[in-house]
Each structure stands twice: as C-alpha cells, then as structure tokens.
C-alpha cells in the first residue's frame, strides 16, 4: 500500500521522506494520521508487504527514504528476513531503520537486530508524535 499524504511545507519538515513497513493495516492508518498531524515529515510511504517495499528500495530513481519504520513481526517476510534481503539487494548505504515492536523484544532478537548496521533503533508500538520528534532529532545529528 503506497499512498502519499498532504505534504506540509519543505522548510518545516525534519524528515523528508519516511517509509512504513508494517503488515497490519491498523498500524498503518495509526502511524499515518500521526505523522500527517505532526507535521514533521514531507513525503509518506508506506508498505504492507515488505517484498514491495524492497522492490522500491531496489528501484532506479525510486524515492530513497530518510528513515524506515519496520515491523519485525510479519507473516510472509518477517523484519530479519526483510533486513537479510534489503543487505542483498541494496546499496550498503541503506537509510537508518527503526524497528517498530508489538511487545519488548528478548535480548536476543536484538541482539540479531544490531547486527545490522542500518538499524539504529528500536521502540515499542504504536508510534507517537514524541517518538516520531525523536527519530527527526536523531536524523538532524546525522546530517
């Protein structure tokens, strides 16, 4: 599922560009109305099926995102598979990814997770207007 949102105006966006990639289409409206109210982030994509969204990271002259939101549970590609194949498939300088988790995670699982060198983070659900500020703070630190 693709849908672009009402685009505030560029000088007041933090994040330019932010993918969502999450099978539940609950999660989806939720993080949406969120991120459309927050005014925070220019151009909203969002996923259900995460083989769709790494034939889009993989695309020429497709929109690179500045931050993915993933779900790590999903039942045809869970997260770790989608970062395994995102690993092959795109450039190594994959945006920063926030894993976005039902419940606390075991050590574990992030454990694997960190392995990554794309993931930079993980919070539990549902996504907030103080959370999404946050990922906007950490991607002002990196630019």
């Known amino acids: ?82 970062l395994e194949a995102a690993q092959r498939r795109v450039d190594a300088d994959l945006c920063p990814i926030m894993v976005m988790l039902d419940t606390s995670m075991d050590p574990a699982g992030k454990k694997r997770a960190r392995q990554f060198p794309s993931v930079h983070g993980f919070f539990i659900k549902p996504l907030s207007k103080e959370k999404l500020g946050g990922f906007a703070d950490f991607l002002r630190g990196t630019r």
């Not at 995460?50 to 993933?70: C, T, V, Y």
Request: hydrophobic fraction near 40%; charge should be negative; proline fraction near 9%.
């Open 1 to 82: 599922m693709k849908q672009p949102s009402p685009l505030p105006e560029l000088d007041t966006c933090l994040i330019r560009t932010l993918m969502v990639i999450d099978d539940s289409s609950f999660d989806q409206l939720i993080c949406q109305r969120i991120i459309t109210k927050s005014g925070l982030v220019q151009e909203l994509i969002q996923y259900i099926d995460p083989e769709k969204a790494l034939d889009h990271l993989a695309g020429p002259g497709n929109l690179s995102p500045d931050l993915i939101l993933l779900d790590i549970n999903m039942p045809r590609m869970n997260g770790f598979e989608f």
